[in-house]
């Protein structure tokens, strides 16, 4: 059950993504943040839409093979929760609580007594579920280069997107290139590190630690160049698109006569829709 909740949470850890970050919602007073208290609203909505669907009539029989009583069900409730919430990496508070619990964990200094052994493997336990789904999480930047440069291409795009509909402070171009360096040298080969140095993928952590530490040598060679791609593709083609809009426009027309007539004239009104600020 607890292999299987780490599988599923992998699966719908980002379902209804809204393309823009946990900040962006709580700065625009989304619904979604008003309903998850600002805390961890995308990892949440998933949880709970993933949770309903689940629910339904027509997996009655798929939940009976998952659990087999009301305690593994809150108990898969949970253990799906708390993997999901783990992909929250942007809240301080709750990095602050990983950190502390990975150095109790592996502390050097072995518990002595039987209830502090047990506690100490279920720590554990918690500990490496978290990293394995925070792995999974970016488990691009784990792969090969040209897997990388994929998904690191589609995130640009659902980053500019969110630029351009004003859902971004900053344009992400100006800093995509530095930004990638320090977050492979402040999170990602750190995190390769510690599925090293907890074993969970055996004698594989270290291709994954490999191909973490290649991949941020390749950003730094050829970084700057796929960036320039990047822009070239998804900003200056827009822009150029925009201005050949404008050309396409009719000319502006002269102003209407509005001497009178001796015809009798019809008066339009045009009414706009009525457009809601909040999204549905």
Known sequence: MTQFSVILAALVHDVDH???????????????AKIFKKQSIAEQNSIVLSWEILMDDRFHDFRRTIYADTYELERFRQLMTNTVLATDIFDKDLSAIRKKRWEMAFA??????????????NRKATIVIEHLIQASDVAH????????????????????????????????????Y?????????????????LKDCGVFGVASDEYLNYATENRREWEEKGKFFV?????????????????????????????????????????????????????
């Open 228 to 280: 320039a791609e990047l822009i070239k593709k998804y900003v200056d083609v827009e822009e150029e698109k925009h201005e050949e809009e404008k050309v396409g426009e009719p000319a502006e027309q002269p102003e209407a006569d509005t001497r009178p007539r001796t015809s009798r004239r019809m008066s339009i009104t045009v009414l706009s829709p009525h457009l809601d600020s909040e999204e549905a």
């Open 178 to 194: 530095q930004g990638e360096i320090g977050f492979f040298d402040n999170y990602i080969i750190p995190l390769a590190k510690k």
């Open 18 to 32: 809204l393309g823009i970050s946990n900040a962006q919602l709580i700065k625009e007073d989304h619904k979604l």
């Open 141 to 176: 930047t784990m792969q090969h280069w040209h897997i990388y440069r994929k998904w690191n291409e589609r995130l640009f795009q659902e980053m500019m997107v969110a630029y351009k509909a004003g859902r971004m402070p900053k344009n992400p171009a100006e800093s995509w």
């Open 108 to 121: 050097d200094v072995p518990p002595t007594d039987p209830q502090s052994t047990k506690d100490n493997v």
